[in-house]
C-alpha cells in the first residue's frame, strides 16, 4: 500500500481521486492549498504527490523544493487544467515524475502512479547509500543525497558519466567514488588533466610509443588509454580540449581501438569513461567549440554537483572533518569550534567552494595552531569583511545625512532603469488583468504570454487573479 497526498482545490477532484486510489488499495490524503499542503508533510509520509499548478494561495512549482527535501522524498506528479508548455518543461527541470492535464481520469492517472511507484521501489532496492566508500564526500543536505543517490546510480553501471559543477566542487573526489563502488574498483584509476594536455604529443602521452619512434623514444611506453585498461579513464576538465584532440578521442572511444607512435599494430583498450567540466558544453557545442557527438557518448549520466553556498547545512561538517584531518597531520591537538565561528563561516560565499573551504582550514591552523579554541577573529580578513559588509547591508541604517538624502533623489541609471520598467510593466499587467475580468486564460490569449508566465509576473506585484 503507498500513501499518495493530492494537493488541489477541486473538491470534485478529490471525491474521484480519492475513490480511485481506495480502488488501488492505497491511502489517501487531500489538502486543499500549499498551506494544507505543507501541514501534512509534517504529520505524514508519502510516496506520491499530486500537486495542482494554481492553487488559492500560490504556484504549486512554489512547492517543489519543500516536497522534494520531505523526509518520505516523494515522487512528485504535476496536474494541471489548462495546456500550459513551460509549465511542464519547468516542472519536469524542478523534478517531477509526469506532467498531466485535467480532467483527470482514472485511465490517465494509473498509468502515471503505478510507474512512479515501481520507479519508487526500484530506487529502495538499489544499493543502500550507506554501503557506499564515499571518499570523504560530506554532506547530509538533500542536495548530496541526491548527488549520492547518483553515484550508486552510476557505480551499477558502466556507461560513461559527466560530473558538472563550479571549480572546487568536489568532481574528481565524486568520479573516484564511482570507480570505487563499481566492478572495476580493484583497477587503474587513470586522470587524464585535459587543460594540461600538449597539442605536439597529445598522441603520444594519450596512445603510447614505441622504442625509435621519435628523438628520445628510447624505450616503448604504454599511453594514458592502456594503462586504463580494465578500470577507469577521468578525463578531468574536458571542456579545456581543443577541438583536434577532441577528434582524437571520439576515434577511440568508438571502438576502444589506437595505434602507439611508431607501432604498426593497433592495440584495444576496454575502459570505462569518466569526464567532469566547470563548463557549459551545451552552449559551446552550439558555439561550435566542442563536437556535439563527443558530448553525445559523454553525457549518458550527469551529475551535477551544488556549489557550497547552495548546501549551507554541510558547511559545519565539512569544517570539523577537515581541521581534523588537518590536525592530525600536522600533529597538532584536535581543535575546538566556538559556535561564532561556524556562524561566519555559514555567512560567507565560497566562490571556490569546498577547495577553498579546505583550504581556509589550513591557513586558520597554520596561521593560530597554538589556539585551543577557534573564533571568527582567527578568520582571513577577506572573509570577515564580506560577513561584516553583508550583516551591515542586513540591518537597517540609521537616519541619513543630509548629503546622503541628496544622494538618494537621484538613483544610479540602471536602478531608475529597472524602477520604471517595473512601475510600466506593473500598469501594464494592471490594465490586462481589468481587460480580462482577472481571468488568467483570457489574459493569456490577450497578451500572448502564457500562463505560467503570467502566475509570476502576478505573483510578482501580487495581484489578484482567479482561473
Known amino acids: 500500500m503507498a500513501h499518495i497526498l493530492l494537493i488541489d482545490d477541486d473538491a470534485i477532484l478529490k471525491e474521484t481521486i480519492g475513490a480511485l486510489m481506495r480502488r488501488l488499495g492505497h491511502a489517501f490524503t487531500w489538502a486543499g492549498s500549499l498551506d494544507e499542503g505543507r501541514r501534512a508533510l509534517v504529520h505524514g509520509r508519502f510516496d506520491v504527490v499530486l500537486l495542482d499548478l494554481r492553487l488559492p494561495d500560490g504556484y504549486g512549482l512554489d512547492m517543489m523544493a519543500e516536497l522534494r527535501s520531505a523526509p ?17 518543461a519547468l516542472a519536469i527541470k524542478s523534478g517531477a515524475w509526469d506532467y498531466i492535464q485535467k ?45 549520492l543517490d547518483m553515484v550508486a546510480q552510476a557505480a551499477d553501471s558502466d556507461a560513461s558519466v559527466l560530473v558538472t559543477g563550479e571549480t572546487g566542487t568536489g568532481k574528481e573526489l565524486f ?31 594519450l ?18 588509454f592502456k594503462l586504463a585498461d580494465g578500470g577507469t579513464l577521468f578525463l578531468d576538465e574536458i571542456g579545456e580540449l581543443s577541438l583536434g584532440i577532441q577528434k582524437t578521442f571520439l576515434r577511440v572511444l568508438q571502438d576502444g581501438r589506437f595505434r602507439p607512435v611508431g607501432s604498426k599494430n593497433e592495440l584495444q ?50 569544517a570539523i572533518h577537515y581541521m581534523n584531518r588537518l ?43 597554538t589556539e585551543p579554541v577557534l573564533y571568527p577573529k582567527h578568520l582571513p580578513d577577506e572573509i570577515r569583511i564580506q560577513v561584516l559588509n553583508a550583516r551591515g547591508a542586513a540591518e537597517p541604517a540609521g537616519p541619513p545625512h543630509q548629503e546622503e538624502q541628496h544622494a538618494a533623489a537621484v538613483p544610479p541609471w540602471k536602478e531608475y ?35 505560467s508566465r503570467l502566475y509570476d509576473l502576478f505573483r510578482k506585484y501580487n495581484l489578484p487573479t482567479r482561473v
Open 207 to 224: 596512445f603510447g610509443h614505441v622504442k625509435g619512434a621519435f628523438t628520445g623514444a628510447d624505450r616503448d611506453r604504454d599511453g594514458l
Open 175 to 205: 568520479a573516484r567514488a564511482i570507480h570505487a563502488n563499481s566492478q572495476r574498483g580493484n583497477n587503474n584509476f587513470v586522470v587524464v588533466d585535459c587543460a594540461a594536455l600538449p597539442e605536439t604529443l597529445v598522441e603520444s602521452v
Open 417 to 451: 532603469r529597472r524602477q520604471a520598467l517595473d512601475a510600466a510593466e506593473q500598469s501594464y499587467l494592471e490594465d490586462l488583468l481589468t481587460a480580462a475580468g482577472g481571468n488568467v486564460a483570457r489574459a493569456s490569449r490577450l497578451s500572448g504570454l502564457s500562463p
Open 72 to 88: 518520505s522524498t516523494p515522487e512528485i506528479i504535476i496536474v494541471t487544467g489548462q495546456e500550459d508548455p513551460e509549465g511542464a
Open 103 to 147: 480532467p483527470l481520469t482514472p485511465n490517465r492517472v494509473t498509468l502515471p502512479l503505478t510507474r512512479a511507484l515501481e520507479y519508487r521501489a526500484q530506487k529502495a532496492a538499489r544499493r543502500p547509500r550507506a554501503v557506499l566508500k564515499r571518499e570523504a564526500i560530506i554532506g547530509v543536505g538533500p542536495a548530496m543525497e541526491a548527488c
Open 269 to 318: 583498450s576496454d575502459f570505462r569513461l569518466l569526464a567532469a567540466t566547470n563548463r557549459d558544453l551545451g552552449v559551446m557545442a552550439a558555439g561550435g567549440v566542442f563536437r556535439e557527438d563527443l558530448l553525445y557518448r559523454l553525457r549518458t549520466i550527469i551529475i551535477t554537483l551544488p556549489p557550497l553556498r547552495s548546501r549551507v547545512e554541510d558547511i559545519k561538517p565539512l
Open 327 to 369: 590536525c592530525e597531520r600536522y600533529r597538532l591537538p584536535t581543535k575546538g569550534f566556538a559556535e561564532e565561528f561556524f556562524q561566519a563561516l555559514t555567512a560567507y560565499s565560497w566562490p571556490g567552494n569546498v577547495r577553498e573551504l579546505c583550504s581556509t582550514m589550513e591557513r586558520v591552523l597554520l596561521q593560530h595552531r
